[in-house]
């Protein structure tokens, strides 16, 4: 464990159901958070990712399962004693106070001078772009500037852990970007642990150190953004993170499975002879190519310009393949599909989530 | 449409002139007129010299005429101590009002949505009996031989003289008003998001500064409302004041009622009370609202 940074936040087997519902929507939690980790919730609507947080902050007591922090257990600690702060899903920000007495609540429930209070609050003001707006009431700002009120209101207080909860679901595509590396720049400045919650893939990958991908209460893999993109443990990470294509196969042998009507080399082994796998091919891994009898051959049913690429929707052994290409192709044309062993990912066809542990030389070395 | 719906507005106003501006201008006029003595060539007269030339000329040499006058609000200051003992005492009912109807608010606020709706009927319930029903129960149970000094009498202690006192009076008015004071205060307590409190919680505060900077301030609005539909029809209650009060507890509004239905008959001088109450009462009011609003200016002066 030399390596490896002081664990910060550990949850230990957490389970929790709701009152009058029958299944649980934490099943078996187990997940290590460590000093200055940028760690992202991953995953769908309604996996349970504000509730992971809501038991972090002190808002949700688990039925089952150990809350650590720094080693020392605080299941029963009340949230106004827990170093954490919260950026809440939907704001809830103070409606009777204005933008500025909103910023400088926490500081001036821990007594904080008011001439500290104001440099403070008025810097925040000023990275979050609300300068200027400190005596407007909350009524009179539009999503976007609640949404970076209730950031600015939990960083000003310079938290030893921050709970984000999808922080940047109201901004628009431009602010999003340069809150993200604004908010990046803060967490690493600063030194803040930050959990931070999104369903936007593409943000959990540029921002995170760690991904924790969740589906139906249960994490389904833990691991650095590379992790959870070139090895998703199976079939719902694959499709999650990104398009891809996931195909039914059997392992022949170590390095050789069959899928598509072909036998392809690849990297993985370790599978039982013959074992029923999932193979994911990413679109992008994809090249197209003139048929020919080297390769997997099919017919173009759509192409779709995509800004950056062309998504091409091919009909090779009758399954739709993805691939994005900055080449477009014309529909009804054969072409070959190409792709190394090195792309294609083969998994168990047993949705068990497999744990990559997030390490700090790993994590240094990307 | 919008002119339209502009029509659908006419019949509550002219409701509203008919029954509220129309009557509030003859209270004014009332207020301010009597009926003086003048003879035929339209000369004032004292009564001593109207007595006198009725008794040389016949009723026909006098005649009365409705003139302006300020006598009646001078009459009013001589009752000034039972306004000020009617204001005191709706004082005091509001002020445990609020005191009791406060904490069982919030907390109705926050039960489980089944149990809020039981709680509610039960707050309600009562208001659907008739006042004075209500009130005379009272009297049963405060009377000398009364329910609550029976009950006391079988444990040798008492019996307490309770009806015919002020303390009487204010427990009438909290057990009539207190439903009007818990309502508008369970209103705006739903209002209170979970999520707003969570965060102030989250942001270090515990549950006192929780009441003390979210609960409270948010509530402001319920308590101005609270404390008027309380304090309003306390300060000018008759019926409590009589049939718990005895005679010996005279309110505001048992002066106004002696000068319309009593035997004191004097309707100017009614008017003129009630004038005088109506005055007092958008005074008190108007500094209730300064509590619903004077908040956010002291924030803004603190800035
Ligand atoms: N107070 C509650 N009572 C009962 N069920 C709840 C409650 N809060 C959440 N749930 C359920 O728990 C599950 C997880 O909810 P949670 O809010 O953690 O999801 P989420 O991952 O944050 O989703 P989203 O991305 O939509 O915010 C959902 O199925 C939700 O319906
Ligand atoms: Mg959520």
């Known amino acids: 464990m030399s390596n490896s940074k002081n664990k910060i936040i550990e949850l230990k087997n957490v389970s929790m159901t709701f009152r009058d519902s029958d299944t649980p929507v934490l099943n078996n939690i187990s997940l290590d958070i460590h000093d200055n980790e940028f760690v992202t919730l991953l995953g769908p609507s309604g996996c349970g990712k504000t509730t992971t947080l809501r038991i972090i902050g002190g808002f949700a007591t688990p039925d089952t399962g150990d809350l650590l922090f720094n080693g020392k257990r605080i299941n029963d600690v009340p949230p106004y004693k827990r170093q954490v702060n919260t950026v809440f899903q939907k704001y809830a920000l103070f409606p009777h106070l204005n933008v500025y007495d909103n910023v400088a609540f926490g500081l001036r429930i821990s007594k904080v001078p008011e001439k500290e209070i104001k440099q403070r609050v008025m810097e925040m003001l000023e990275i979050v772009d609300l300068a200027g707006f400190e005596k407007r009431t909350i009524d009179q700002m539009s999503g976007g500037q609640q949404q970076r009120i209730a950031i600015a209101r939990a960083l000003v207080n310079n938290p030893k852990i921050l709970l984000l909860d999808e922080p940047l679901g109201a901004l628009d595509l431009k602010l999003r970007k340069e809150m993200q590396i604004e908010l990046k720049k803060i967490q690493q400045r600063m030194s803040i642990t930050f959990v931070y919650v999104t369903h936007d893939q593409e943000e959990a990958l540029t921002m995170s150190d760690t991904v924790v991908v969740m589906n139906k209460g249960e994490i389904q893999q833990i691991g650095t953004p590379q992790d959870i993109y070139n090895e998703p443990v199976n079939a719902f990470v694959a499709n999650f993170i990104g398009e891809s294509n996931i195909l039914p196969g059997i392992m022949h042998r170590d390095y050789l499975v069959e899928f598509a009507g072909n036998n392809f080399d690849c990297v993985d082994g370790g599978f039982e002879e013959m074992e029923p796998v999932d193979v994911v091919i990413r679109p992008e891994d994809i090249t197209i190519v003139p048929a020919s009898d080297e390769v997997l051959n099919g017919v173009v049913e759509t192409v779709t310009f995509k800004g950056v690429h062309y998504e091409i929707v091919v009909n090779a052994y009758s399954d739709y393949w993805i691939v994005h290409s900055t080449k477009s192709a014309n529909v009804g044309e054969v072409v070959g599909l190409s792709f190394t062993p090195e792309d294609i990912h083969i998994m168990k066809k047993s949705e068990m989530p497999k744990i990559t542990r997030y390490t700090v030389g790993r994590s240094e070395e990307a | ?303």
């Open chain 2, 1 to 303: 449409m919008n002119k339209n719906a502009k029509w659908a507005a006419g019949p509550y106003l002219l409701w509203m002139v008919v029954f509220v501006i129309v009557p509030l201008i003859l209270i004014g006029v009332f207020a301010f007129t009597t009926e003086a003595p003048f003879d035929l060539e339209g000369n004032r007269l004292t009564e001593e010299e109207a007595a006198l030339l009725i008794e040389e000329q016949g009723e026909d040499a006098v005649e009365n005429k409705t003139v302006f006058t300020l006598n009646h609000l001078f009459e009013v200051s001589e009752y000034l101590p039972v306004l000020l003992k009617s204001a005191w005492l709706a004082l005091i009912a509001t002020a445990i009002c609020l005191i009791i109807g406060y904490p069982m608010a919030y907390f109705m606020s926050r039960f489980r949505r089944e149990w809020q709706q039981v709680i509610q009927m039960l707050i309600m319930l009562p208001m659907w009996m008739n006042f004075l029903l209500r009130t005379y129960a009272w009297m049963t149970l405060l009377e000398k031989n009364g329910w609550i000094n029976r009950f006391l009498g079988l444990f040798d202690i008492g019996p307490f003289n309770m009806i015919n006192t002020q303390g009487a009076v204010v427990l009438g008015m909290i057990y009539n008003y207190l439903p009007f004071m818990i309502l508008p205060l369970y209103s705006v307590m739903l209002k209170i998001e979970n999520t707003t409190i969570e965060a102030a919680q989250d942001l270090g505060a515990g549950s006192v500064r929780v009441f003390t900077k979210v609960v409270i301030p948010l509530s402001m609005p319920g308590i101005a409302s609270g404390i008027t539909m309380v304090f309003v029809p306390a300060v000018s209650t008759f019926i409590i004041s009589r049939m718990l009060g005895g005679g010996t507890n005279m309110l505001i509004g048992d002066l106004i009622d002696l000068q319309f239905l009593g035997n004191a008959y004097n309707p100017n001088l009614g008017a003129a009370i009630s004038l005088v109450l109506m005055v007092f009462i958008i005074l008190c009011m108007s500094i209730t609202n300064q509590l619903d609003n004077g908040d956010e200016e002291m924030e803004g002066k603190m800035l």
